[in-house]
């Protein structure tokens, strides 16, 4: 709980929408290019994807892996760490989707 821990960025990085979705979306431990991941994941734009998996790799829970050819040809997967936390990251997903019509009756609630 401390300010200082660095414990807070991962934590951003892991549940930040767009690095929940890239979580979910290669917890199948296949690799993915960037473009299979931007349209598996709707409304991303190409800034934001390309930084939330900066953040996840240097966090080491996705891997880069660039191919020497041309065009550029890079994809992405999971590291074993990164397979752990998306198993974590899916459990809350799933929480979320069961739940959703009582948390919406809360939204419902507040605007009244």
């Known amino acids: 709980m401390a300010a200082e821990c660095p414990s ?3 934590l951003k990085h892991l549940t930040s929408r767009w690095g929940v979705l890239v979580m979910i979306a290669l ?3 296949e690799t993915r290019r960037f ?4 349209r598996a994941i709707g409304g991303v734009s190409e800034r934001m994807l390309a930084q939330t998996l900066q953040w996840l790799e240097a966090d080491g829970l996705v891997l880069r892996i660039a191919h020497d050819v041309v065009p550029p040809h890079v994809d992405y997967r999971l590291t074993p760490l990164g397979m752990e936390a998306a198993e974590k990251v899916r459990l809350l997903a799933d929480w979320i989707e069961t739940r959703l019509p009582r948390i919406a009756a809360g939204w419902a609630n507040r605007a009244a």
């Not at 473009?35 to 931007?38: D, I, P």
């Open 35 to 38: 473009s299979q991941l931007k």
């Open 27 to 29: 917890e199948d431990g």
């Open 8 to 10: 807070r960025e991962v």
